[in-house]
C-alpha cells in the first residue's frame, strides 16, 4: 500500500487571510493535489473562512490541529512534527527546531527583525531551507546571508476570461489597516478627489476600496469612512472571493498606493513585498496604476502592461493621457493578460513547486 504523503503548515498570522496567506496556501494545495494528507496547526477550524476568501477546495479535508508552537515544550513540538514529511513555517521572527523530513521556512515580509540568524537559530534551522514570495524579497535575504528558493504565487485563469462590460470605476484591494505596509486608502481617497476636480473626463467615476477587515482594525476603517462624504466612494471590507473577481471584471482602473512615501533601501518592509491584487487586476484587463516600489515595481512594465507612479501628479497626469488614447489602451490590456498567462498560470506556479520542493 502506497504511504501517504503528510504536510503540515504553521502560520502564525493565518486568520489575516491576505495575499501571503493565499500563497502559503497555494503551495500546499499543490501537495493536495499529489494526494498529500494535510493539517494545519491553529487552535481554530478556518475552513469557511478560507472557502469564503480562497475559494480553495481541499480545504474542506485539511486537519486542523492544535497549535502546539505557544507555551509548549521543544520535545512536544519535536516529536509532533517527526510524523510529517513536509512542515511549512511561515515566519514571525519565533524558529524551532523540526524532526519533519523536509522543513521551509516561508518568507513574504523583508523585514531584518524576522531573520536573527545567531548561533542558536542556526542550530534550529540547520534541516530547514526558506521559501521567498517575490525576487523583491529574495534580494533582501540574499543581503541578510539567506539564499531562499524564489516562488512567487499564480493569479487565477479565470480572471483571463472574464467577460463583464466595463464600468467607471477604479478598484483598490489590500487589507485595512494602517501600520506596517499599509495600503494607503487615505492617500487613495485624496487622489479620487483631486482627479475628479482635475479632469472632467473622470466626474462619472466610482472609487471602490475592498479589503480585508479584522476586530482590531475597525477604528481605522471607521476613521477612513468618516474623512469623506463623496457618494461615489465606496468600502467593501471582507468581500467573499467571487465578488472580488466580479469587481475586477466590472472596473476601468486599479490603483495601488502600498509604499507611498517610504523609502524602500531604508525599510523595505513597508512597501509591497509582490503584489497579487494588482496582478489580478491586470490579468481582468484593469488598467493598473502602482506606487514605483518593491515588488510592482520588478513586475509592471512601464507603459506596456501597466504604470508606475511617484505621487499623486504623476499618477493623474497619466490616467487623462491613458483615459484618452484607445490605442494605447488596447496594447495594455494585450500585453498584460499575454503576461499574466505566459508567467504566472497555475501550472507555470506548480512546477516551480514541485522542482524546489
Known amino acids: 500500500m502506497k504511504k501517504i504523503m503528510k504536510v ?35 487552535n481554530k477550524n478556518l475552513t469557511h473562512e478560507i472557502e469564503n476568501r480562497f475559494s480553495f477546495e481541499y480545504v474542506k479535508n485539511i486537519k486542523w490541529l492544535p497549535n502546539i508552537f505557544n507555551n509548549h515544550s521543544p520535545l512536544r513540538t519535536l516529536q509532533s512534527l517527526k510524523n510529517f514529511d513536509y512542515f511549512f ?25 524576522l531573520y536573527n540568524l545567531n548561533p542558536i537559530n542556526r542550530l534550529k534551522l540547520w534541516n530547514y531551507r526558506f521559501i521567498s514570495n517575490s525576487p523583491f524579497t529574495t534580494s533582501w535575504l540574499e543581503k541578510w ?3 531562499p528558493i524564489t516562488i512567487p504565487p499564480y493569479i487565477d485563469s479565470s480572471l483571463l476570461n472574464i467577460k463583464n462590460k466595463k464600468e ?14 499599509s495600503k494607503n486608502q487615505e492617500k487613495i481617497i485624496e487622489s479620487f478627489s483631486n482627479l475628479k476636480r482635475e479632469s472632467q473626463i ?30 461615489s466612494i465606496l468600502f467593501k471590507p471582507n468581500v467573499t472571493n467571487r465578488e472580488l473577481y466580479s469587481l475586477y471584471g466590472r472596473a476601468s482602473y486599479f490603483w495601488h498606493f502600498t509604499g507611498y512615501g517610504v523609502d524602500e533601501d531604508i ?15 491586470m490579468a481582468a484587463s484593469d488598467f493598473v ?7 510592482p515595481k520588478r513586475l509592471i512594465k512601464e507603459g506596456e502592461t501597466g504604470f ?27 500585453q498584460a493578460n499575454s503576461y499574466i498567462d505566459k508567467y504566472l498560470s497555475y501550472n507555470a506556479f506548480k512546477t516551480e513547486v514541485l522542482k524546489f520542493l
Not at 206 to 231: A, Q, R
Not at 289 to 295: D, R, S, Y
Request: some cysteine.
Open 308 to 334: 508606475l507612479f511617484n505621487d499623486i501628479k504623476e499618477l493623474i497626469e497619466k490616467m487623462i493621457i491613458l483615459e484618452g488614447d484607445l490605442k494605447l489602451q488596447n496594447k495594455i490590456k494585450t
Open 168 to 181: 467607471k470605476i477604479i478598484l483598490s484591494v489590500g487589507r485595512f489597516f494602517p501600520h506596517l505596509h
Open 289 to 295: 496604476f502602482c506606487f514605483n516600489a518593491g515588488g
Open 89 to 113: 513555517y511561515v515566519t514571525n521572527g519565533s524558529y524551532f527546531a523540526s524532526l519533519a523530513k523536509k522543513n521551509f521556512v516561508f518568507s513574504m515580509v523583508p523585514d531584518q527583525k
Open 8 to 42: 503540515a503548515l504553521y502560520n502564525p498570522f493565518i486568520e489575516t487571510l491576505g495575499g501571503g496567506e493565499k500563497h502559503i496556501l497555494s503551495i500546499i494545495q499543490v501537495f493536495a493535489e499529489q494526494g498529500a494528507e494535510i493539517s494545519i496547526f491553529w
Open 202 to 231: 473622470f466626474r462619472d467615476y466610482k472609487l471602490i476600496i475592498v479589503g480585508g477587515l479584522k476586530k482590531e482594525d475597525e477604528s481605522y476603517f471607521n476613521k477612513l469612512k468618516l474623512s469623506t462624504e463623496d457618494p
Open 145 to 147: 546571508g539567506i539564499n
Open 267 to 281: 525599510s523595505p518592509e513597508k512597501v509591497e513585498h509582490f503584489g497579487i491584487a494588482p496582478l489580478e487586476a
